[in-house]
């Protein structure tokens, strides 16, 4: 049964990200109390760093750390020291400033020159973390995603291969506009998710938002609409100006 998205508007990106820090604390308290862990996949680009930073400063001391595992969503095709690499921007904003384990990070192995093998080695990573039989599906505790001006999210990027797939776990995605793999969770993990958190903040996305919870275009032209998780929850924090042409701004 898929349940109705949550939409929570916040006059302020601080606003926002202060509702995202507290729904991510909350998500790996309960997760830990009620299954001894709790396993998050971050989202890249630049939105989510001020949320990393938040969750750094104010509850380095206070989360259990050693119950927490953190995996990505995504990654650019590039090595983790490279500007572009998601894991350097989660190392650099979060990572390096809680205690939590090296054991219990595992990056997209993106410096490898061959996309795919990257691919097929998180996506063995994330059967043998979570003792998956074949066809089964990854649930992650939580799924950090972003969406793009284009209504990608993750890098499943409009009318991409990626959109597509729907037996394996993660694919390098071969995005034309930015002439490079991308490598991605696919939907059928990011639907088994228990809790899917969109952060969207910026007038520039306003549009796009409006399409992808309003509108009626096909969803291979904006990704983001195909995320429905199958049991879990979908919720959308949005900021007053990436609302601003929503019908009904709650
Ligand atoms: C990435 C992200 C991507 C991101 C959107 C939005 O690797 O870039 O995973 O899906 O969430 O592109 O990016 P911004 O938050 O920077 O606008």
Same mark, same amino acid.
């Given at each position: 049964m898929k349940s109705a998205a949550e939409i929570r508007t916040f006059p302020t990106p601080q606003d926002l990200f202060h509702a995202a820090a507290e729904e991510?604390?909350?998500?790996?308290?309960?997760?830990v109390a009620e299954r001894g862990r709790f396993t998050i996949a971050l989202s890249g680009g630049?939105?989510?760093? *001020? @949320?990393?930073?938040?969750?750094?400063?104010?509850?380095? %001391? *206070? @989360?259990?750390?050693?119950?927490?595992?953190?995996?990505? %969503?995504d990654e650019?095709?590039?090595p983790p020291t490279d500007a572009e690499s998601n894991y350097r921007m989660a190392q650099e904003t979060i990572l390096s400033k809680i205690p939590v384990p090296v054991a219990n990070v595992f990056p997209i192995p993106a410096e490898n020159p061959d996309a795919c093998a990257a691919a097929e080695a998180y996506e063995q990573t994330l059967q043998k973390f979570f003792s998956l039989k074949p066809g089964e599906f990854p649930r992650f505790d939580l799924i950090l995603l972003g969406m793009g001006p284009d209504g990608h999210?993750?890098?499943?990027?409009?009318?991409?291969a990626a959109?597509?797939?729907?037996s394996r776990l993660v694919v390098a995605n071969w995005v034309e506009k930015l002439h490079t793999h991308r490598i991605t969770l696919t939907l059928?993990?990011?639907?088994?998710?228990r809790t899917l958190l969109f952060l969207v903040s910026?007038?520039?996305k306003a549009s796009v938002l409006h399409e992808?919870?309003?509108?009626?275009?096909?969803?291979?032209?904006?990704?983001?609409k195909l995320v429905r998780p199958s049991e879990g929850r979908l919720i959308w924090l949005v900021d007053r100006a990436a609302a601003s042409e929503l019908s009904t701004v709650v």
């Amino acid at each position: 049964m898929k349940s109705a998205a949550e939409i929570r508007t916040f006059p302020t990106p601080q606003d926002l990200f202060h509702a995202a820090a507290e729904e991510v604390i909350g998500s790996a308290t309960r997760s830990v109390a009620e299954r001894g862990r709790f396993t998050i996949a971050l989202s890249g680009g630049s939105t989510p760093k *001020s @949320l990393y930073s938040l969750i750094a400063a104010n509850a380095s %001391g *206070s @989360l259990p750390w050693a119950k927490i595992y953190f995996f990505f %969503g995504d990654e650019r095709h590039v090595p983790p020291t490279d500007a572009e690499s998601n894991y350097r921007m989660a190392q650099e904003t979060i990572l390096s400033k809680i205690p939590v384990p090296v054991a219990n990070v595992f990056p997209i192995p993106a410096e490898n020159p061959d996309a795919c093998a990257a691919a097929e080695a998180y996506e063995q990573t994330l059967q043998k973390f979570f003792s998956l039989k074949p066809g089964e599906f990854p649930r992650f505790d939580l799924i950090l995603l972003g969406m793009g001006p284009d209504g990608h999210t993750a890098s499943l990027f409009p009318e991409t291969a990626a959109l597509k797939e729907n037996s394996r776990l993660v694919v390098a995605n071969w995005v034309e506009k930015l002439h490079t793999h991308r490598i991605t969770l696919t939907l059928p993990v990011l639907n088994a998710a228990r809790t899917l958190l969109f952060l969207v903040s910026g007038g520039d996305k306003a549009s796009v938002l409006h399409e992808v919870l309003e509108g009626s275009a096909p969803p291979d032209k904006y990704p983001s609409k195909l995320v429905r998780p199958s049991e879990g929850r979908l919720i959308w924090l949005v900021d007053r100006a990436a609302a601003s042409e929503l019908s009904t701004v709650v």
